[in-house]
């Protein structure tokens, strides 16, 4: 998949792909779930017969994320998923085009006439699928009937897509979120279409891990909040193979952390990962992370959880 890093490079893919007709669709796109995949799968097919390429453009940081940002404002919703993930999944979907829209001051405050001027209108657009909620522009004044009016002035066939339902209810990514809260992963799995994993690279971390006899691999993670915080039993891959550990995603009160960390112990694992992506998927909560008095009871602790947790993974 070529992705298109910003609106400033929309000349840049112009230039390298100057007569590509393009089907579309926009959104957060937030952990690719069974509804977005609904849409994608219809823009493909439209593809198909018109002959055209397919492009997803998504919005990076989500807006929510934005103004919580500027407001100074720590409850925007958790991420199911950071944004390198998002596009990987949008190449195994099969996607031609992702267009990376950064959200800032400008794209914030541009009118639904201005967003269509310089980012849809600017493009060889051929047919464009929205979210049947879908709205855009500054004070989210553009809507569905807005992009109608203009496709049937410009030739850009704009249809939206019906409410996908899982048990009767929306698939959503807030609803996802939900279940990952509530560490209800098998109603995830269903919703997403697949298991809810994280993957990141393994990174240096303080090493305390070692001198209770519990290493760990720290993973990378975003900035984003993730929709997960406490002791999970968990199952890994790395590089194809299959293993099982205990993870922990918080602060590390105990040792007085202060930013969230995801630490992963993997049993029966002596191995130099260091650089290696680690993918973790979340079976189980065990427990939500607690301060203790010593590290001798954090360590009396940890052995609980993994006992515990290697029965959960049995």
């Not at 030739?155 to 939900?178: A, C, P």
């Not at 393994?202 to 915080?229: E, M």
């Not at 790395?238 to 293993?243: A, G, V």
């Amino acid at each position: 998949m070529y992705l298109i890093r910003g609106q400033n490079n929309i000349n840049l893919f112009k230039n390298r792909y100057p007569n590509v007709k393009l089907s579309a669709t926009i959104g957060n796109f937030d952990g690719l779930h069974l509804g977005h995949k609904s849409i994608i799968q219809s823009i493909k097919k439209d593809a198909e017969k018109k002959g055209s390429k397919t492009i997803v453009f998504f919005t990076e940081p989500h807006a929510s994320e934005y103004f919580a940002n500027i407001n100074n404002d720590k409850l925007s919703p958790p991420r199911i998923s950071p944004w390198r993930e998002k596009v990987r999944l949008l190449d195994q979907e099969g996607i031609d085009f992702g267009f990376f829209l950064k959200f800032n001051d400008s794209l914030r405050s541009m009118s639904p006439e201005k967003f269509i001027e310089d980012i849809l209108g600017s493009l060889n657009l051929i047919s464009l699928k929205v979210g049947d909620d879908f709205r855009f522009g500054a004070n989210r004044a553009g809507d569905y009937s807005f992009l109608r009016n203009w496709g049937a002035n410009n030739q850009v066939d704009i249809s939206n897509t019906r409410t996908f339902l899982y048990e009767k209810k929306r698939v959503s990514s807030s609803r996802i979120r939900e279940s990952l809260l509530k560490s209800n992963f098998d109603l995830a799995s269903k919703l997403l279409g697949r298991p809810y994993t994280f993957s990141g690279k393994v990174v240096c971390g303080q090493k305390l891990g070692r001198t209770i006899g519990v290493p760990t691999a720290n993973l990378w993670i975003p900035k984003q909040k993730l929709p997960i915080s406490g002791v999970y039993a968990v199952k890994c891959m790395l590089e194809n193979q299959s293993l099982q550990g205990i993870a922990n995603m918080g602060t590390r009160p105990t040792v007085d952390g202060t930013k969230p960390v995801l630490e992963v112990h993997i049993f029966d694992f002596n191995q130099d990962i260091y650089s290696k992506r680690l993918e973790i998927e979340f079976k189980h909560k065990i427990r939500d992370e607690k301060k203790f008095k010593d590290l001798n009871l954090l360590k009396s602790q940890i052995q609980k959880d993994i006992s515990m947790a290697k029965e959960l993974l049995r």
